[in-house]
Nanobody
Framework: QVQLVESGGGLVQPGGSLRLSCTVSGSIFRIVAMGWYRHTPGKERELVAQVTSGGSTTYADSVKGRFTISRNDAKNACYLEINNLKPEDTAVYYC??????????????WGQGTLVTVSS
């Protein structure tokens, strides 16, 4: 069974920084992409950043220039560096993995989420 565990959230003042981590355990044949999503009550979950197996990255317009996604395949981990935090970045951040358990079985796994609160 594949499990994703996020960490690194917390309370930060506007303009501050955080580094979110996502650690993956379990058997995975191939990772297609890993991403970070966020959810705020009353809004839909939105993609914040994604990195593919080939290293291509995608960012939401609202976080470009402030967020950086990276992967460490040796550690089965994915990270999100968040700089210049704004109150509107307050949300629960979720790690997502898309890939394959074997040649035919697709994976779409989520972590439990980590809360980021930006407030003075």
């Amino acid at each position: 069974q594949v499990q994703l565990v996020e960490s690194g959230g917390g309370l930060v003042q506007p303009g501050g920084s955080l580094r979110l981590s996502c650690t993956v355990s379990g058997s995975i044949f191939r990772i297609v992409a890993m991403g970070w999503y966020r959810h705020t009550p009353g809004k839909e979950r939105e993609l914040v950043a994604q990195v593919t197996s080939g290293g291509s990255t995608t960012y939401a317009d609202s976080v470009k220039g402030r967020f950086t996604i990276s992967r460490n395949d040796a550690k089965n981990a994915c990270y999100l560096e968040i700089n210049n935090l704004k109150p509107e970045d307050t949300a629960v951040y979720y790690c997502n993995l898309r890939g394959y358990r074997d040649y035919v079985t697709a994976l779409d796994e989520w972590g439990q989420g980590t809360l980021v609160t930006v407030s003075s």
